[in-house]
């Protein structure tokens, strides 16, 4: 079934994700780009999730039932975030971060 | 060389190819398909790992209905064809300088790290198992999560509507509240 894959290589390619996920957090100036790198962290942690539970603990669920979770809570925060961008792009035409500098008017 | 490595390089070569192109493309629409080639992948993955239930929830909510969310915003909120300006050659630089350094003392302690996994047989995984777990109060249950997240699910939805909501004719919302 995972016979000559060791957990190793998951592990790396979760981690190789995440931070290719920070970098687009650190350098992207568009709100939906950022969200996009978001979604790729929380994804990468789902991978960790789930190879440790085939790998270490296939008598339990934990790590799959975790990483189901993960991605309702993934799925709430899309559409919350998505609902504050439209808003945003409604008051100030732009959705670029560092021209919405105004909390208030 | 197994089938089960083949695919394991098709799907990681995809995965971090793809990651790399949304996170450096510089047209939005094109960086969507491309975190839709990543999901993609990773459901793939999860079918490798003999986990069916979770690959299929992966494809249907994940690149079925986040992605088709940020699509439908983008397309609300930006051109098609417009192209972001080249980020400053001095944040790129460091923030690749940042998740570098992040990257190789984490890849150092995943190389060192003694995994010990447990000689106990695998549970065979299927839906009835699935759902008894997700219901059951017991030891092993997970109905707290599942309420929970119900829960969040709902208040998400109100507040995704309430947001997203136009003001009212007379303006801004602050100025229907006081009128009220």
Redesign the interface.
Same mark, same amino acid.
Not at chain 1, 26 to 30: C, E, H, I, W
Not at chain 1, 54 to 61: D, I, T
Not at chain 1, 82 to 87: P, V
Not at chain 2, 120 to 123: E, G, P, T, Y
């Given at each position: 079934?995972?016979? @000559?894959?060791p &957990?190793?290589?998951?592990? *790396? &390619?979760a981690?190789?994700?995440?931070?290719?996920?920070?970098? @687009?957090f &650190?350098?992207?100036?568009?709100l939906?780009?950022i969200?996009?790198?978001v979604?790729?962290i929380l994804?990468s942690v789902?991978?960790n999730f789930?190879?440790f539970n085939?790998?270490?603990?296939?008598?339990?669920?934990e790590g799959?039932?975790f990483?189901?979770?993960v991605? %309702?809570?993934?799925?709430?925060?899309?559409?919350?975030a998505?609902?504050?961008?439209?808003?945003i792009?409604?008051r100030f035409t732009t959705?670029n971060v560092e021209d919405v500098d105004v909390m208030k008017y | 060389m %197994?089938a089960?490595?083949l695919m394991?390089i098709l799907f +990681?070569s995809v995965?971090?190819a793809c990651? *790399?192109l949304?996170?450096?493309s510089r047209r939005?629409l094109r960086?969507?398909v491309y975190?839709l080639f990543?999901?993609i992948s990773?459901s793939g993955?999860?079918f490798?790992?003999?986990?069916q239930f979770?690959a299929a929830?992966?494809l249907t909510?994940?690149a079925g @209905?986040?992605v088709v969310?940020?699509i439908? +915003?983008?397309l609300?909120?930006?051109h098609i064809s417009q192209k972001?300006e080249a980020?400053e050659i001095r944040?790129?630089v460091f923030?690749?300088l940042?998740?570098?350094a992040?990257?190789i003392v984490?890849?150092i302690t995943?190389?060192d790290f003694r995994?010990?996994?447990?000689t106990?047989?695998?549970?065979e995984?299927n839906m009835q198992?699935?759902g008894n =777990?997700?219901l059951s109060t017991g030891k =092993?249950g997970?109905i707290l999560?599942f309420e929970v997240?119900s829960i969040?699910?709902l208040a998400?939805?109100v507040?995704?509507?309430v947001?997203?909501k136009?003001a009212g004719p007379s303006g801004a919302q602050t100025e229907t509240i006081k009128e009220q």
């Open positions: 079934m995972t016979s @000559g894959i &957990l190793q290589f998951f592990l *790396i &390619l981690a190789i994700m995440f931070f290719v996920g920070v970098y @687009g &650190l350098t992207r100036r568009n939906i780009t969200l996009m790198s979604e790729l994804n789902n991978i789930v190879a085939r790998y270490l603990f296939p008598h339990k669920l799959f039932f990483s189901l979770f991605i %309702t809570v993934a799925a709430a925060e899309a559409a919350v998505i609902a504050i961008i439209i808003n792009y409604r959705i | %197994t089960n490595q394991f +990681s995965i971090v990651s *790399i949304t996170v450096t939005i960086a969507a975190l990543v999901l990773t993955l999860y490798m790992l003999n986990y979770l929830v992966q909510l994940y @209905g986040i969310l940020i439908f +915003s983008i609300l909120t930006s972001f980020i944040k790129s923030s690749a940042a998740v570098a992040g990257l984490t890849i995943i190389l995994f010990s996994a447990t106990q047989a695998a549970r995984i198992a699935v =777990d997700l =092993d997970f999560p997240v969040l699910l998400a939805m507040a995704a509507i947001v997203a136009k």
